[in-house]
DNA sequence: CAACATAAGTTTCTCCTGTAAACATGGAGG
DNA sequence: CCTCCATGTTTACAGGAGAAACTTATGTTG
C-alpha cells in the first residue's frame, strides 16, 4: 500500500508503466497492432510523453522485446533447474519451456524475432539474445561432458536444436503445428528426431 | 510487343501490376514498412487504386504471401528433382534451397510467416503453404519407403524437419546465424545433426 | 449505332499514427 | 525562496488506411 506511487522523479516511473501497460495490451491481444499513442493512452498519459523516455517507437519495441528475452531465458533455466533429471530430460524440459513460452506470448515472441527488434541496433538487446541462447549452448556442453551428447562440433549442435525449438515455437504460434497434417504430440515426437541424431546411445 | 499493353479491361491488368510493383519493393528493401499507398505511387496510379482489386492492405499481403508459398514450392521442388541424389541428399538439397530462398528473399519469407498472413482468413493462401508442405511429407515418405528414413510417424518427421528448416531459416535472416556462436556451415551442420535421427544407417 | 450499365480509376474526406517543437509544472539544489 | 531541469502537455504537421462520391472507358443491348 506504501507502494502505490513510488515515483521518483516528478510524476512517475513512467519509463515502467509504459513498459507494463505495452507488455499486458502484447499479452492480452494475440495480434496487437503496436501503436505508441495506445500505450500512451492507456498509461494515463498525453500521447508524446513516451517520447520523454524512448528515442522512438522501436525503441520501446526493443526493450520489450529484451525483456522477453530475459523472461524466456528464466522460464527456461526454471525448467532445467527443477529437477535432477538426466541431460536428454532437461533438455526437452527447456524446448517444452520455450515454446510454452512461445503459445502464452505469442505477441511478445514474435516481437522478440521481428525486424522491429533489431539486434544489431540495440547492445542490451543483443546481449539479452546471447543470454538466452547460451543457455543452450551450457547445456549442450553438459551434454557432451557426461557423454549424453555425440562429440560434434557444439556450434553444429546448437545451431540444430535452437533452429529446431524457435521454429516449432514460430510453427506452434502460426497454427501451423497441431493441425491436420501433425500428429497430436509434435512437438515431442520432433524432439524426439532431433534427440535421435543428438544423443549418443539410442 | 503486341502484348505491351494486354489490358482485359479499361486501364491496364493493375491488379498484376500492383502484386508485381509490391514484390520488387520486397526483395529491394530488406525490411520495407508495407504501405498500399507507396505500392499505388510507385505503380503509377492513384492511392485509392488498389481498394478495386483488394478488399484492404492484408488482402495483397496474403496474394503476396500466397505467390511466395508457390515460388518456394517451385524451387525446393526443383532443388529434388535435378539429381538422381539419394533421398538424403534430396533432403540436404530441398533444405538448402529454402534456406537459400528465404536468404534471398527475406522480405517476402517473413511475410509469410508473419501474422499479417493470416493464414485461416485465405484458403488460397492456406493451401499453398500446405502445398508446399506437401513436398518435404512426400520426400520423408519416399525415404521410408526406400528404408533410408527410421519408420516413425511421419508426422513427427514433417514437424521436425519443418520446424528445423524453417527455425534455420528465420535465424538466418535475422542475423543470429553465421555468426560468433554457430560455426562457419551451421546450416550443414545442423542438417547433419537432424539427418542422424532420421536416417536408419549412420 | 447510340444509350447505357458497369468495372476501374481519381478526388476528396475523415480518422489515426509517429514525431517534432513550443509550452507548462513541480520538485530538488543553491 | 527562487530558479533550473526533467518530466510532462498542447499544438502542429506529414503521412497512411480506408470510405464515399465522382469520372471515364468499355462491352452489351435495343
Redesign the interface.
Known amino acids: 500500500m506504501s507502494e502505490t506511487k513510488d515515483r521518483p522523479y516528478h510524476h512517475g516511473d513512467l519509463r515502467r508503466a509504459l513498459i507494463d501497460t505495452a507488455l499486458a495490451m502484447l499479452a492480452a491481444d494475440q495480434?496487437w497492432t503496436f501503436t505508441l499513442r495506445e500505450v500512451a493512452r492507456r498509461t494515463g498519459v498525453s500521447h508524446a510523453a513516451p517520447y520523454k523516455h524512448f528515442r522512438d517507437r522501436e525503441m520501446l519495441l526493443r526493450e520489450l522485446a529484451r525483456i522477453g528475452f530475459v523472461r524466456l531465458g528464466e522460464v527456461m533455466t526454471a525448467a532445467l533447474s527443477s529437477d535432477s533429471a538426466s541431460v536428454r530430460e532437461k533438455f526437452v524440459a527447456g524446448a517444452e519451456a520455450c515454446i510454452d513460452f512461445a503459445l502464452k506470448n505469442p505477441g511478445l515472441y514474435?516481437l522478440m524475432?521481428?525486424?522491429d527488434a533489431?539486434?544489431?541496433a540495440d547492445p542490451a538487446l543483443h546481449d539479452a539474445?546471447?543470454g538466452t541462447?547460451g543457455i543452450l549452448?551450457r547445456l549442450l556442453e553438459d551434454g557432451q561432458r557426461d557423454c549424453s551428447f555425440?562429440p560434434?562440433?557444439i556450434?553444429?549442435?546448437?545451431?540444430?536444436?535452437?533452429?529446431?525449438?524457435?521454429?516449432?515455437a514460430?510453427?506452434a504460434i502460426?497454427?501451423?503445428?497441431l493441425e491436420e497434417?501433425?500428429?497430436k504430440e509434435?512437438?515431442q515426437?520432433?524432439?524426439?528426431?532431433?534427440?535421435?541424431?543428438?544423443c549418443r546411445e539410442k
Open positions: 495480434n514474435r524475432f521481428s525486424a533489431d539486434k544489431s539474445a546471447m541462447f549452448l555425440q560434434v562440433a556450434s553444429a549442435q546448437a545451431a540444430a536444436c535452437w533452429a529446431q525449438v524457435h521454429g516449432l514460430m510453427l502460426s497454427g501451423q503445428l497434417k501433425v500428429g509434435p512437438v515426437a520432433a524432439l524426439n528426431v532431433l534427440l535421435e541424431g543428438l
